[in-house]
């Protein structure tokens, strides 16, 4: 029987920040999932987050999925730009306290790839090593001079082509223009929410975690 992720609150930036964890037994690195917008609904429990949570842990991650501030039962207000990347930050340390040592993942949906972009770029620049990033339709207009992504990860862009929230050629310029490798998989007649496309979407990122 698989274990539940367990209901926690973390110290962060703006007030408590609600989330779930899941241990994992001789747990190989650390996943942190984040979330899409939370001013249009999204939040931890969303399909896509939940399947990158469990794809996560099958693959032998600790696992850590949050709301961002004034999500749920997280307090503070939405900031929609660095604040969100603040609550990550804090998030991440928090895994990091429970599982010292380990490689570090990070999983992004939405709004969500964007935090999980700027926050691999800040760690970068602390000095913390980020062993992988994942970005599912990525809010890629979000980033800026202040929040870039790690040049120093391997990173998978996952971006379905006929997303209605996210346009699909702005993820494709904004891959062409990067200069450090990665992979771009486009996921033919899949929307943004990856409706009955879920199963596919695990085993894309299965195979490369």
Not at 51 to 80: I, P, V, Y
Not at 84 to 89: S, T
Request: overall charge negative.
């Amino acid at each position: 029987m698989l274990a539940r992720e367990n209901p926690i609150m973390i110290d962060g930036p703006a007030g408590a920040l609600q989330a779930l964890h899941l241990p994992v037994a001789d747990a190989r690195g650390i996943a942190l999932i984040c979330h899409p917008n939370p001013s249009q609904g999204g939040t931890m429990l969303n399909k896509v987050v939940s399947t990158l949570q469990r794809t996560a842990r099958d693959s032998g991650l600790a696992t850590l999925r949050f709301n961002f501030r004034g999500t749920g039962k997280s307090e503070g207000e939405h900031d929609m730009y660095s604040g969100e990347v603040d609550d990550a930050e804090a998030a991440l340390t928090w895994l990091q306290e429970q599982h010292p040592h380990l490689p570090i993942y990070l999983l992004g949906f939405s709004f969500g790839g964007f935090v999980a972009g700027s926050l691999s770029g800040r760690l970068q620049q602390a000095g913390v090593a980020v062993e992988q990033v994942y970005l599912v339709a990525p809010a890629v207009m979000r980033f800026d001079a202040e929040h870039q992504l790690a040049s120093e990860c391997q990173l998978t862009v996952i971006q379905p082509e006929e997303d209605e929230i996210i346009d699909p050629e702005l993820v494709y310029q904004w891959s062409a223009a990067l200069t450090q490798p990665h992979e771009l998989l486009k996921v033919a007649e899949c929307g943004h929410f990856f409706h009955g496309r879920l199963v596919e979407l695990k085993e894309l990122v299965a195979e490369r975690l």
